[in-house]
Nanobody
């Protein structure tokens, strides 16, 4: 099995920055995709950003230009740099890793942006 450990969430004022990290360990075969999702109170979970093994990235329209996803393949770690945070970015951010044919979710980390 693969385990994911997330870190970096917290409370920040609007306009501030946070950096999330998600490290994968365990029975890693080949990580094909790493992504961050978020779920705001009362809303469905949505994709924030994703990066493939080949380095291709995609972002939700709402975070384009403010968030940057990156990965360190040697460390099996994905990062999400979040700049110019807005109150609507508040939510639980969860890491998702596609390891071979197995999808694994992290436990989630709270991000709260105050006005």
């Amino acid at each position: 099995q693969v385990q994911l450990v997330e870190s970096g969430g917290g409370l920040v004022q609007a306009g501030g920055s946070l950096r999330l990290s998600c490290a994968a360990s365990g029975n890693i075969l080949r990580i094909l995709r790493m992504a961050w999702y978020r779920q705001a109170p009362g809303k469905q979970r949505e994709l924030v950003a994703a990066v493939t093994a080949g380095g291709s990235t995609n972002y939700a329209d709402s975070v384009q230009g403010r968030f940057t996803i990156s990965r360190d393949s040697a460390k099996n770690t994905v990062y999400l740099q979040m700049n110019n945070l807005k109150t609507e970015d508040t939510g639980v951010y969860s890491c998702y890793v596609l390891n071979g044919f197995e999808g694994v979710w992290g436990q989630g980390t709270q991000v709260t942006v105050s006005s």
